[in-house]
């Protein structure tokens, strides 16, 4: 149980063009999930939090217009990255928390890059 | 300032041996403290969460202890193997608000035969 999914695993795309990543919790209902963004040899770094009906928070520094978050159900969150330039290159992770648990649980990324 | 340390260099130990790996942090206050692996160009995989005032958790060859006094968390493979090789994340979760996580580096462990 509580298994996520993340579509697609890596994408290379030319800079200046919009990619949609999709995650979604399989087996269980997530009121919350949250996108990472993680570069080679560092830790995970929380760009946003994403509840279902309602708009993202974004953690500081992260630019809400570049990244937008749309968490359209209970098992579905999508992170944009519109206009993507090469620094937006890196390795993007989302998790879900299921309701009433503290864990949370992460697919398995996506490799982003951009030319 | 704020901060997680894991120890940033690879520790490398003998098949069968405990291994240890240490999470220190400062100016934080956490509700629980969480251990996560994480294999490369793989998302981390929950392994065990502890509450600020629990001492110690255990699961089938995992053991973490938490002491909030130290603000330091340890945790323990013992018997392990070479499967047992990643990289091991601590996160710390605070109360309220969506309870979002805030990672370490990680420490990488690598087990030899």
């Known amino acids: 149980g509580a298994v996520v999914s993340q579509h697609p695993s890596w994408v290379i795309c030319k800079s200046g063009t919009s990619v949609k990543i999709e995650c979604r919790s399989l087996?269980?209902?997530?009121?919350?999930m949250f996108w990472y963004r993680q570069f080679p040899k560092q830790s995970l770094m929380l760009m946003a939090t994403?509840?279902?009906?309602?708009?993202?928070?974004?953690e500081q520094g992260v630019e809400k217009d570049k990244f937008l978050i749309n968490h359209a159900s209970l098992t579905l969150s999508t992170l944009t990255v519109t206009s993507a330039h090469p620094e937006d290159s890196s390795f993007y992770i989302c998790?879900?928390?299921?309701?009433?648990?503290?864990?949370?649980?992460f697919g398995p990324g996506t490799r982003l890059t951009v030319l | 300032s704020q901060k997680i340390e894991q120890n940033s260099e690879a520790l490398n130990i003998q098949e069968g041996k405990t291994a240890t790996l240490t999470c220190n942090y400062t100016?934080?206050?956490?509700?629980?403290l969480q251990w996560y692996r994480q294999d490369p160009g793989r998302g981390p995989v929950f392994l065990l969460l502890?509450?600020?005032?629990?001492k110690e958790k255990r699961k089938e060859r995992l053991k973490v202890t938490f002491d909030t006094t130290l603000k330091q968390s340890l945790f323990h493979i013992t018997a392990s193997q070479p499967a047992d090789s990643a990289t091991y994340l601590c996160?710390?979760?605070?109360?309220?608000?969506?309870?979002?996580?805030?990672f370490g580096a990680g420490t990488r462990l690598a087990v030899h035969p």
């Open positions: 998790s879900a928390r299921p309701q009433s648990r503290n864990e949370q649980f």
């Open positions: 087996d269980f209902q997530a009121t919350t």
């Open positions: 994403s509840n279902e009906g309602s708009k993202a928070t974004y």
């Open positions: 100016n934080y206050s956490p509700a629980y």
């Open positions: 502890i509450r600020e005032n629990e």
């Open positions: 996160a710390l979760m605070f109360s309220g608000g969506y309870n979002k996580l805030i």
